[in-house]
């Protein structure tokens, strides 16, 4: 059953017989007329069933068996599913490798914005249902929002039909721990990315991935591909753990989760490890707030976490200052180029909010800390500073300001900047859902609430300046 190539045209040329550009993520034609493009720049196959005469001897047939394993054997870096090709399946894994393909443009790329054990599923495609429903859900969903169209009837079947076989999988133990269930419920996140959240930040689908690795007897990751799993992961359960309680992980639970060897000696890694640390210290402060306990000692353990933050802080920013400087000097920008510059970029933000964060805490346990409330002006300015910068990899590649953005919103009462931040979260929200489908004020009040420590005096002054 040999592949004959079939070209590059996206699907909606090859059904009207029309002349593609193969232009990737979209074509220049479906942008024009604003449908869906599928495949633009993918080279497709068409299977055909080799003819044997009667005549043919054992060792022709070997000759083909071995020819074929040779081939399979010379898979791409995505990997073939070890399955009998049929249709679908190779039009679905055709589909999503094209999605996540490496050269597309940092404004749609899904691996990297999303993570790189997104090259680790093609060859998991067929071997679990959840997994295959959500990536055919994320593939569409991903097509609908590179042409700049809400998400069609087709993509919410897909999605829907995906939550469907996910809870079905959640109910049955040994698939709801599988490595692909967990993946599966990643790519649920990055679909509710693309389809607004119904306006929402916090999405609900981090507290089923925390679930799934509580009931599992290792919390940790258990092989390679978990390992790139769970550097997507960590950061998802953990940003939604500042704001939502169901996700109730012990100390120990939170620093498995974001250990990774990938980055353990990376600033980005410490960064994260020092994040680990904030739900912990969340919930024990709204309850000492709440029972009127002495804050001095939880005050005393989160100052130098904080002052950690801030050198790691100050060391991405040195990073990224050096970048730009280099690109004034004239050299060939190679596509590693590109993408060590976005992630530096993107580090650096993520660093901001990490220290944003801790700075909001501390506030909240001694409001009369006035060194504190002036660095969390400066980190505001830094947030809108690279909010600013971060336009270039609108809307998928800079998504994660969201996060940046509302961590500045909370931090900082002041009437004028808060405004700001408003605009800018405004902006940047609207890449993903409408502008009258948004409520900063409803959105932004349990992040408040958390990371002020439920602090009644904080919430009146920022909700009452």
Same mark, same amino acid.
């Given at each position: 059953?040999?592949?004959?190539?079939?070209?590059?045209?996206?699907?909606?040329?090859?059904?009207q017989?029309?002349?593609?550009?193969?232009?990737?993520?979209?074509?220049?034609?479906c942008?024009?007329?604003?449908? $869906?493009?599928?495949g633009?720049?993918?080279?497709?196959f068409?299977?055909k069933?080799?003819q044997?005469?009667?005549?043919?001897?054992?060792?022709?047939q =070997?000759?083909?068996? *071995?020819?074929t394993?040779?081939?399979?054997?010379?898979?791409? *870096?995505?990997?073939?599913?070890?399955?009998?090709?049929?249709?679908?399946? $190779?039009?679905?894994?055709?589909?999503?490798?094209?999605?996540?393909?490496?050269?597309?443009?940092?404004?749609y790329?899904?691996?990297?914005?999303?993570?790189?054990?997104?090259?680790?599923?093609?060859?998991?495609?067929?071997s679990?249902e959840? @997994?295959? #429903?959500?990536?055919?859900?994320?593939?569409?969903? #991903?097509?609908?929002?590179?042409?700049?169209?809400?998400?069609?009837?087709?993509?919410?079947?897909? !999605?829907?039909?995906?939550?469907?076989?996910?809870?079905? #999988?959640l109910?049955?133990?040994?698939?709801a *721990?599988? *490595?692909? $269930?967990?993946?599966?419920?990643?790519?649920?996140? &990055?679909?509710q990315?693309f389809?607004?959240?119904?306006?929402?930040?916090?999405?609900?689908? /981090? %507290?089923?991935?925390?679930s799934?690795?509580?009931?599992?007897?290792?919390?940790?990751?258990?092989d390679?591909?978990?390992?790139? +799993?769970? +550097?997507?992961?960590?950061?998802?359960?953990?940003?939604?753990? @500042?704001?939502?309680?169901?996700?109730?992980?012990?100390?120990?639970?939170?620093?498995?989760?974001?250990?990774n060897?990938?980055?353990?000696?990376q600033?980005?890694?410490?960064?994260l490890?020092? @994040?680990?640390q904030?739900?912990v210290?969340?919930k024990?402060?709204?309850?000492?707030?709440?029972?009127?306990?002495?804050?001095?000692?939880?005050?005393?353990?989160?100052?130098?976490i904080?002052?950690k933050?801030?050198?790691?802080?100050?060391?991405?920013?040195?990073?990224?200052v050096?970048?730009?400087?280099s690109?004034?000097?004239?050299?060939?920008?190679?596509? =590693?180029?590109?993408?060590?510059?976005?992630? !530096?970029?993107?580090?650096?933000?993520?660093?901001?909010?990490?220290? $944003?964060?801790?700075?909001? &805490?501390?506030?909240?346990?001694?409001?009369?800390?006035?060194?504190? &409330?002036?660095?969390?002006?400066?980190l505001?300015?830094?947030?809108?500073?690279h /909010? %600013?910068?971060?336009n270039?990899?609108?809307?998928?590649?800079?998504g994660?300001v &969201?996060?940046?953005?509302?961590?500045?919103?909370?931090?900082?009462?002041?009437?004028?900047?808060?405004?700001?931040?408003?605009?800018?979260?405004?902006?940047?929200?609207?890449?993903?859902?409408?502008?009258?489908?948004?409520?900063?004020?409803?959105?932004?009040g %349990?992040?408040?609430?958390?990371?002020?420590?439920?602090?009644?005096?904080?919430?009146? /002054?920022?909700?009452?300046?």
């Amino acid at each position: 059953m040999p592949g004959v190539p079939t070209g590059r045209a996206c699907d909606a040329c090859r059904k009207q017989k029309k002349k593609c550009d193969e232009k990737q993520p979209a074509c220049g034609r479906c942008l024009r007329l604003k449908v $869906t493009c599928v495949g633009s720049g993918q080279q497709r196959f068409k299977f055909k069933q080799e003819q044997f005469s009667a005549k043919s001897n054992r060792s022709s047939q =070997m000759t083909v068996i *071995s020819r074929t394993q040779s081939a399979e054997k010379k898979n791409n *870096s995505f990997g073939t599913p070890q399955m009998c090709p049929s249709n679908g399946m $190779t039009s679905l894994t055709s589909s999503f490798v094209g999605a996540i393909k490496r050269s597309t443009d940092l404004r749609y790329n899904m691996w990297w914005s999303f993570g790189i054990y997104l090259e680790e599923i093609p060859p998991r495609l067929g071997s679990n249902e959840a @997994l295959d #429903h959500a990536v055919d859900a994320v593939t569409t969903i #991903h097509a609908g929002f590179c042409t700049r169209q809400p998400a069609s009837v087709e993509a919410l079947a897909k !999605y829907s039909l995906a939550l469907k076989t996910l809870r079905s #999988h959640l109910d049955n133990p040994p698939q709801a *721990s599988a *490595s692909s $269930t967990l993946c599966a419920v990643m790519l649920l996140l &990055i679909c509710q990315t693309f389809i607004g959240n119904n306006g929402q930040i916090v999405s609900g689908h /981090a %507290q089923g991935a925390a679930s799934i690795l509580k009931a599992r007897k290792g919390f940790g990751p258990r092989d390679e591909f978990e390992r790139k +799993l769970f +550097l997507s992961l960590r950061g998802s359960v953990l940003f939604e753990g @500042l704001y939502n309680d169901s996700i109730d992980l012990s100390p120990e639970e939170w620093d498995t989760l974001v250990t990774n060897d990938f980055d353990l000696n990376q600033p980005e890694g410490q960064l994260l490890r020092c @994040l680990a640390q904030a739900p912990v210290f969340i919930k024990r402060g709204k309850r000492a707030i709440r029972n009127g306990e002495d804050l001095t000692p939880l005050k005393n353990e989160v100052r130098p976490i904080y002052e950690k933050c801030r050198l790691i802080l100050a060391e991405l920013k040195e990073r990224t200052v050096e970048d730009e400087t280099s690109e004034l000097i004239p050299r060939t920008e190679t596509f =590693m180029t590109r993408i060590l510059r976005a992630h !530096y970029l993107r580090t650096y933000g993520m660093g901001i909010a990490i220290t $944003t964060f801790f700075n909001c &805490i501390l506030q909240a346990l001694n409001p009369s800390d006035y060194a504190c &409330i002036l660095e969390s002006r400066s980190l505001v300015i830094e947030t809108l500073v690279h /909010a %600013q910068k971060s336009n270039i990899h609108r809307p998928v590649g800079a998504g994660y300001v &969201i996060m940046c953005l509302s961590a500045a919103w909370v931090v900082n009462s002041d009437p004028h900047l808060r405004s700001m931040v408003e605009a800018a979260l405004i902006d940047y929200f609207g890449d993903f859902v409408p502008h009258h489908g948004l409520n900063i004020p409803r959105e932004l009040g %349990q992040m408040n609430e958390n990371l002020c420590l439920g602090s009644n005096t904080q919430v009146n /002054a920022l909700f009452n300046p």
